[in-house]
């Protein structure tokens, strides 16, 4: 007689492939074999967020279970620290050497991301690790360091959040151990970046499919337009644009619109086709103005993208300061990639309720889209996604310029609401919540019946927002 206590292992870690978090962790509660084929799950992505470290050292890390019983750190594949908790605004030193401890222990690790200050302490620990294909992290770095950084090999997908101009300077140099295997490079805030270290790597990376440089002051849309003759196989591509107004309302905003203005140069007169590209970001950087629109430069890439025949699959387009949406340029968007746009997101964009009815309508592979509600009318909006024949997920960004006084936030009537209209929606993520679709399965049962479960806090994206979704590429 077959139980699930007596289930080939193999067919258990199938299964417990679909669960995760506190699911997971109780699943293996239930029996021996049940923990030692969930114990690979629990422990495969090690991480580390503020609500730990806040509790720390009340909370035990993952890092000390690992460190207790090393036989785990065979599991892990992925680490992410995302906060770390501090002693007099100071890293707490334990916690940093617990933690490059264990990564020395994970000979298996194939990604590690650091979103805070303290790349340093892991240099070390990060040596020889075969495996390691993904690395995000903050680029303060000295010359020494940097040294230690370049001996990271075999990575396939880089992201540098921010640096000093010593990481600058050594790039070409890495660039030039990783040239094999660099398929995605990701440069977000580097002030001190310029073309000419841009002209020096590009050429190197032949393997190179996703580029995104954006918030780098120095380089803009025309340096970039030029930059990608270099890598014609990109797949996805994102970087800033910037919007030179005669007076800047800020000081901060005239600092990095006058070092712009210093190093920008015409666009080209040709560019060079990207006929595989299947996603592009656009972050216009522009001071508030009294008549807000979507800037010119968002039109000029439609046409370009039209004229290289690449069927975009995902478009992200965001402004610093609320855009009104333009019938014209939605017009173009949806008639360009109507037939292939499966993920659409308009980042501080106003849109008009006729504009949100043609894009559900025309793009019939829409999948996912996020947007901010027009005029916070969930019922109007419920009507118009009967048009939307694919979609399933929404992400609603609210508006945060809103001079108007807050909306409230969705209520389980109104979700209830959007599903009912198109059944084909399972996620609606707005105002920190994530809401899921469950079906109420039982004889007869009918098919408008079903529950809806709230998470409280979204889960913090791994990614920044210009990547492309994962089943984009």
Not at 171 to 183: F, G, K
């Amino acid at each position: 007689m077959v139980s699930a206590d007596n289930l080939n292992f193999d067919c258990l870690e199938i299964i417990f492939t679909y669960l995760s978090g506190n699911d997971l962790v109780s699943v293996s509660l239930v029996s021996r074999s049940f923990l030692a084929a969930a114990i690979p799950r629990i422990y495969r992505t090690l991480a580390f967020g503020l609500n730990q470290a806040k509790r720390y050292p009340t909370v035990i890390s993952p890092f000390t279970t690992v460190l207790e019983h090393p036989n785990l750190a065979s599991h892990v594949r992925h680490i992410d620290i995302r906060a770390i908790p501090t002693v007099k605004s100071t890293p707490q030193p334990q916690f940093l050497r617990d933690c490059a401890r264990t990564i020395s222990l994970c000979r298996n690790l194939g990604s590690f991301t650091c979103t805070l200050d303290v790349m340093p302490s892991f240099l070390l620990s990060l040596q020889r690790k075969e495996s390691l294909e993904q690395l995000r992290f903050i680029g303060n770095l000295t010359t020494d360091q940097c040294t230690q950084l370049v001996q990271i090999t075999s990575l396939r997908e880089l992201t540098i959040d921010g640096g000093s101009w010593n990481v600058v300077d050594a790039l070409p140099r890495w660039i030039d151990v990783l040239q094999p295997s660099l398929t995605s490079l990701s440069l977000y805030g580097i002030l001190s970046l310029n073309t000419d270290i841009l002209e020096a790597i590009l050429p190197r990376l032949p393997h190179l499919t996703r580029l995104h440089i954006l918030s780098c002051a120095k380089i803009d849309q025309g340096a970039i337009l030029r930059l990608v003759s270099h890598v014609p196989r990109l797949e996805s591509l994102a970087f800033s644009s910037y919007v030179s107004l005669a007076q800047p309302t800020s000081a901060c905003v005239a600092t990095l619109l006058t070092a712009q203005q210093e190093n920008s140069r015409p666009l080209p007169v040709h560019v060079t086709p990207l006929p595989r590209l299947r996603h592009l970001a656009l972050d216009s950087q522009c001071p508030p103005t009294h008549q807000p629109s979507m800037p010119a430069f968002w039109t000029k890439m439609i046409d370009l993208t039209r004229t290289w025949s690449c069927p975009l699959k995902s478009l992200t387009l965001r402004v610093t300061d609320r855009a009104t949406s333009s019938d014209v340029f939605i017009r173009d968007v949806v008639d360009a990639h109507h037939a292939t746009l499966t993920h659409l997101a308009l980042l501080n964009c106003a849109l008009t309720r006729e504009n949100v009815t043609r894009i559900l309508r025309k793009c019939t592979e829409l999948e996912r889209v996020v947007l901010s509600i027009p005029d916070k009318d969930v019922l109007a909006f419920a009507d118009m996604l009967v048009e939307a024949k694919r979609l399933h997920t929404i992400i609603d960004v609210g508006d945060v310029h809103s001079t108007q006084a807050p909306h409230p936030p969705l209520s389980r009537k109104e979700v209830r609401l959007i599903m009912l209209q198109q059944p084909t929606i399972e996620k609606v993520i707005a105002d920190n919540r994530v809401w899921t679709w469950q079906a109420i399965r039982y004889p007869g049962s009918n098919p408008n019946h079903f529950d809806i479960r709230v998470d409280k806090k979204k889960s913090p994206s791994t990614n920044h927002w210009f990547m492309p979704p994962i089943s984009v590429l």
